[in-house]
């Protein structure tokens, strides 16, 4: 069979393999109801004929179907992985079989990587093959991508001119035709495969418009070098505070140092065209230098973030970025050091990140090093090592985006001794609170010092301002928590006041008398969120008001109150008793 008819048959075995899933997750019949298979089964149905059809130029079609049954396995257990972490509860839509689309996106760039060094083993039947070969056969396979993608978008749109034409004269078959899943699927598998074909016989236009485009492209390097180093430059003198501030501040530089490489790659090319001229050469061994200190910044930066609030999926993911953009920086700038006219060693550093790159993908995408995970354990350990207070945690973020990890740290918490963590981790399940009958005031809060409550304050009916309501502590709400309270005028406002401590998670609210047998809740206070307030030994007279470290501001008519973001606060020494 010849190379066009043997993919047509892989077009129409994927159209068919697609629409068949489609038809069962329409229908909720086998396996729609099973996405730890029907997940890997779309992305082998999805992904593989693809690779299957840029292989079949391969010298050994036997060793095709091996390493294409290897990346199915690779499949497989991407799409069951990324439903197994997600938890049976929460599946319950048939679109919920499908990955997410970061899988997707994960399992696609993975193949991207792995199929050009795949090629480059086979034709060259060794694992080291000269940089042509990997430069030549990468970038081969993504214009045939690109280009092909853009046949089937412009296929489209000529099927839709045709259906339209027809519906004016009030004929409608072809707009019920062309939308047909049955008739969609394998005509976009055709398509694209038709494409491939196209793309696979004329290498010629290929390498063209290959090196067209990376001409042009070269020509920003210089560009962008002069831009990145005069912002490097002027850091010393405008400090990095600005910068954190952003809270983009590592994306941004991950970015600038991505574009960087793919520029200084398309000068680059693969290293054996003619000696780059002068300008761009310093351009290149400067770009080279400069990654050093943007992947720096970038990893610094996110650093910051993690040690301030721990791991998220987001951070995990950019930090595998920075080990590729630091592994790109080490080499680049090893190549640029050394003496040679052409910066020979970036060929050998490409090859080398290619495969770091597969492995962070395989171990993101997988048990290993799975985001959520990761996450999810760092956030336990910040509430448990009491570097996060309770009521500050947020148990939203286990409950929607930890997944079956959230749902597991939540059983744990709801066995927590804190009864806030238990409150809460409870809440966050949606499980119903213990109907325990309500405690009056005067069980759950314990008066402190030479002052006593006001008889007006424990009088007051607080169950229609405190219920549901967060703002105020637990001993107001159901009595389900104690509270030591202090009497006196603690603001300086001259008016009687009421401050409660929480002995759980020390938390303190004010509470003030605006009018007579009448209170109400005035303010919140918290310690930091390393520092515990010792309920049992806070002293009447060591509450003191303080002057505010920055005033109010007024902005046309609107009065704005600092939070004072950045200022660090450190915890005070305990008091020294005497023996």
């Not at 697609?18 to 086998?30: E, I, K, S």
């Not at 899943?181 to 005509?187: E, I, S, T, V």
């Not at 050093?292 to 609030?309: D, E, F, K, N």
């Not at 951070?315 to 920075?322: I, Q």
Request: aromatic share 10%; net charge positive; charged share 15%.
């Amino acid at each position: 069979m010849t190379t066009p008819y043997t993919r047509i048959a892989i077009a129409l075995l994927q159209g068919g393999a697609l629409y068949t899933l489609f038809l069962a997750a329409t229908h909720q019949v086998w396996p729609a109801g099973h996405p730890l298979l029907f997940s890997p089964l779309f992305l082998i149905s999805a992904l593989l004929p693809i690779l299957a059809q840029a292989g079949l130029n391969l010298p050994s079609k036997g060793r095709l179907l091996g390493w294409l049954a290897a990346l199915a396995a690779v499949l497989a257990v991407i799409g069951a992985h990324d439903h197994w972490r997600v938890g049976a509860p929460l599946v319950q839509m048939p679109q919920d079989n499908l990955p997410a689309p970061l899988s997707i996106l994960g399992a696609s760039l993975f193949l991207l990587i792995a199929w050009p060094l795949i090629q480059a083993k086979e034709s060259e039947r060794r694992w080291l093959a000269p940089y042509a070969v990997y430069f030549d056969g990468a970038w081969k396979f993504a214009l045939q991508l690109l280009f092909s993608s853009l046949f089937v978008g412009v296929f489209w749109l000529v099927l839709l001119v045709g259906a339209w034409l027809f519906y004016l004269v009030k004929i409608d078959y072809l707009f019920q035709l062309f939308t047909q899943p049955w008739f969609a699927l394998p005509a976009s598998s055709l398509a694209l495969a038709a494409g491939l074909h196209l793309t696979d016989v004329r290498p010629g236009i290929i390498r063209g418009i290959r090196s067209l485009a990376l001409t042009l492209l070269s020509c920003l390097l210089p560009l962008l070098t002069l831009l990145i180093g005069a912002f490097l430059a002027q850091l010393p003198f405008t400090g990095l505070q600005n910068l954190w501030k952003t809270g983009y501040a590592a994306t941004l530089l991950l970015s600038s140092a991505g574009l960087l490489i793919f520029l200084l790659n398309s000068a680059y090319q693969d290293g054996a065209g003619e000696r780059p001229k002068r300008v761009q050469l310093i351009s290149m061994r400067l770009a080279c230098l400069l990654l050093s200190p943007l992947s720096g910044l970038a990893a610094y930066a996110l650093a910051l973030r993690i040690v301030q609030h721990g791991w998220t999926p987001g951070r995990v993911l950019a930090v595998a970025g920075s080990l590729i953009c630091i592994c790109y920086a080490l080499g680049y700038g090893w190549a640029a050091l050394r003496r040679s006219q052409r910066l020979e060693g970036l060929a050998f550093v490409n090859i080398a990140t290619a495969w770091l790159t597969l492995f962070l993908l395989a171990a993101l995408l997988s048990p290993l090093a799975d985001p959520v995970q990761i996450s999810v354990a760092s956030q336990m350990a910040r509430l448990q090592a009491g570097r996060v207070a309770p009521d500050r945690f947020d148990f939203d973020f286990l409950r929607s985006q930890g997944m079956r990890y959230g749902h597991e740290a939540l059983l744990k918490l709801q066995s927590d001794a804190n009864p806030i963590i238990r409150r809460k981790a409870g809440d966050a399940l949606g499980l119903p609170r213990p109907s325990a009958p309500a405690r009056p005031l005067a069980q759950s809060i314990r008066a402190k010092g030479e002052t006593a409550l006001p008889a007006s304050f424990l009088a007051q009916n607080w169950s229609i301002q405190a219920e549901h309501n967060a703002d105020y502590p637990a001993c107001l709400r159901d009595g389900s928590e104690n509270c030591i309270a202090f009497s006196g005028t603690f603001s300086g406002s001259g008016k009687q006041e009421v401050l409660l401590v929480e002995e759980a998670s020390s938390n303190i609210t004010l509470y003030r008398q605006d009018k007579p047998g009448q209170w109400t809740l005035a303010a919140r206070y918290s310690p930091p969120p390393n520092c515990q307030l010792p309920a049992d030994g806070i002293q009447a007279d060591r509450i003191r008001a303080l002057p505010p470290t920055l005033p109010d501001l007024e902005i046309s008519g609107l009065r704005l109150r600092p939070d004072y973001p950045y200022e660090p606060q450190s915890c005070p020494s305990p008091p020294k008793t005497a023996p």
